[in-house]
């Protein structure tokens, strides 16, 4: 998963923009119980990476489900994003600087 993350970072930096990148995995389960007995029993596992970015004073922002991604499925993706961001009505005044 980390190698996703880097290989999305080396992308996004050979671009004229700034980003930021958030990616989450987990599970989740669930269960019912009726009159002491288990009637039903589920788990689910979730992953994805949403990305944002500014580009000339506007923000674009997308997101993919899962985090195994092929080098040429992440540039389609920073690619989708920056075009988002072209057309996007949404100011971008930068991102937060370090405290």
Not at 41 to 62: D, E, P
Not at 68 to 95: C, D, I, N, Q
Request: hydrophobic share 35%.
């Amino acid at each position: 998963m980390i190698d996703v993350i880097e290989s999305l970072a080396e992308i996004l930096n050979s671009k004229n923009v700034e980003w930021e990148i958030y990616w989450e995995s987990g599970r989740s389960g669930s269960f019912r119980i009726e009159r002491e007995a288990l009637e039903r029993s589920q788990r689910k596992f979730y992953s994805g990476i949403s990305l944002r970015v500014g580009l000339n004073g506007k923000l674009g922002f997308s997101y993919i489900t899962g985090i195994h991604h092929s080098l040429s499925e992440l540039e389609k993706f920073v690619e989708r994003t920056m075009k988002l961001a072209k057309v996007s009505e949404v100011p971008f005044r930068g991102l937060p600087g370090s405290v």
